[in-house]
């Protein structure tokens, strides 16, 4: 019972005690401008305007403020009642664990949801640099090449690097149900409405549900929504991870988090600058990464994996480029690996772990090593091999990397839910084994 009753309390410490009131003096493209608030609105503040409409703050002027409305004004007058509702925040709750919500912290599921009893603030600060702990343990993740090659640590951030249609949202449904972790935390920002369902129930499935909370904004949802739906997934992770609980938190995508930032700023009067990005899309994600990590002393970790769209695998592309800077390490997924059919579609030599060497042994980064020099032998040979312009002989380690090239792709398609990560080192030395075969 003392549950129910934490929750009504919360409920009723939301209603605001007064509201200040503006009204709607022009309705622009996208945009309206409001007067009677320019001394007591903030940029970032939440308003209702009218009766339906939600909005938010994006510039201040002399004469008055300009909102960014959640959905299109049709049916919006002037002259109408604007109420001021104050910073964002979202108030998360453990029960929240195996459940579907908005950005807004409202069930999407059809079943009652409890607000937590602590409202947090949607943009807050990374722990303080000199208090964070270094990165922690291997974790298992139930796909070998990540138990072996690209190692997962605790309290590591890695970006998942892909085009659309190559697995990366299987990929993702892997880790949910396989890393080792407390909790999950899945922002779905921009997906498309009919995906969210499939990846509930068929990607995620009911084992990876039960220990997750999933936020999503579709596609068809305002900039402001999508943008919001990022932070409120990193607000719910930091509840989690100040208890003391690790936190596994999966974002798809980045890339939709700075196009929403984008239409939000270009309303707010910013300039295009980076390849049609504003200036603050930089800082934005930057902000938002950097909450994720180990944690102070006396909390939890949040291990992230970040989800960004790539056009042609260009990762000099503006997101991916800014983001690669923050990160612990970076996964590229290959359309032409894919087309093949070997999945995950990862591009072994174009991705990095910044967990090794420290998070191997010595004779594990030895088998690493070994697997990456022949793969790179092979793929530096592989038109001549291809073209048959190649002689046995010729060169011992393209020999070697012949022989192992099978064994070791079809080594990089295996998951290991049971074996663990000792397992999934024999089963890569015996791939490799098969170099000095022949």
């Known amino acids: 019972m003392a549950g129910v009753f934490d929750a009504l309390v919360a409920e009723l410490s939301s209603v605001p005690v007064s509201t200040r009131l503006g009204r709607v003096r022009a309705i622009g493209r996208g945009t309206v401008t409001v007067t009677g608030l320019g001394d007591v609105a903030a940029l970032g503040d939440r308003v209702v305007l009218g009766d339906t409409f939600g909005g938010e703050v994006v510039a201040l002027h002399p004469d008055g403020i300009t909102v960014l409305t959640d959905q299109l004004a049709e049916g919006l007058t002037l002259g109408a009642l604007v109420r001021l509702k104050g910073q964002a925040g979202i108030a998360p709750d453990n029960s929240w664990i195996g459940r579907v919500v908005d950005p807004f912290g409202k069930p999407l599921d059809g079943k009652a949801l409890f607000r937590g009893p602590e409202m947090r603030p949607l943009l807050a600060a990374a722990p303080a640099a000199a208090t964070r702990r270094s990165l922690g343990e291997r974790l298992n993740t139930g796909v070998a090449v990540f138990d072996t090659l690209l190692p997962v640590v605790r309290g ?11 697995g990366k949202s299987t990929l993702l449904g892997k880790f949910a149900r396989g890393i080792s972790a407390d909790v999950v935390v899945i922002a779905l920002i921009g997906e498309r409405g009919r995906e969210l369902r499939e990846f509930v129930e068929r990607v995620l499935g009911p084992e990876g549900l039960a220990r997750a909370v999933v936020v999503t ?21 930091e509840h989690f991870r100040d208890q003391g609980l690790h936190v596994l938190l999966l974002a798809d995508s980045v890339t939709r988090f700075a196009e929403a930032h984008r239409e939000v700023a270009l309303a707010g009067g910013e300039e295009a600058s980076l390849r049609g990005y504003p200036p603050s899309v930089a800082p934005a994600i930057m902000a938002w990464a950097e909450r994720a990590g180990p944690g102070p002393a006396g909390a939890g970790d949040i291990t992230a994996v970040f989800s960004v769209l790539v056009a042609g695998s260009d990762m000099e592309e503006t997101v991916a480029d800014i983001l690669r800077g923050v990160l612990d390490g970076h996964v590229v997924m290959d359309r032409k690996i894919a087309e093949r059919g070997r999945y995950p579609a990862i591009d072994l030599l174009r991705s990095v772990s910044r967990s090794l060497p420290q998070a191997a042994t010595a004779a594990e980064n030895g088998d690493i090593a070994k697997a990456r020099r022949l793969l790179g032998a092979y793929d530096r040979a592989e038109l001549m091999i291809q073209a048959g312009l190649y002689s046995a002989g010729s060169d011992p380690v393209i020999d070697d990397a012949i022989r192992v090239w ?15 990560i000792e397992g999934s080192f024999v089963r890569l030395r015996a791939a490799l084994s098969s170099a000095s075969k022949g």
């Open 217 to 237: 904004a579709t596609s068809d949802q305002s900039a402001l929504i999508r943008r919001r739906c990022a932070w409120a997934a990193m607000a719910i992770a």
């Open 406 to 420: 099978p064994a070791l792709d079809a080594f990089l398609a295996e998951d290991a839910p049971d074996e663990g």
């Open 156 to 166: 590591q951030r890695i970006g998942l690097f892909a085009g659309s249609g190559v």
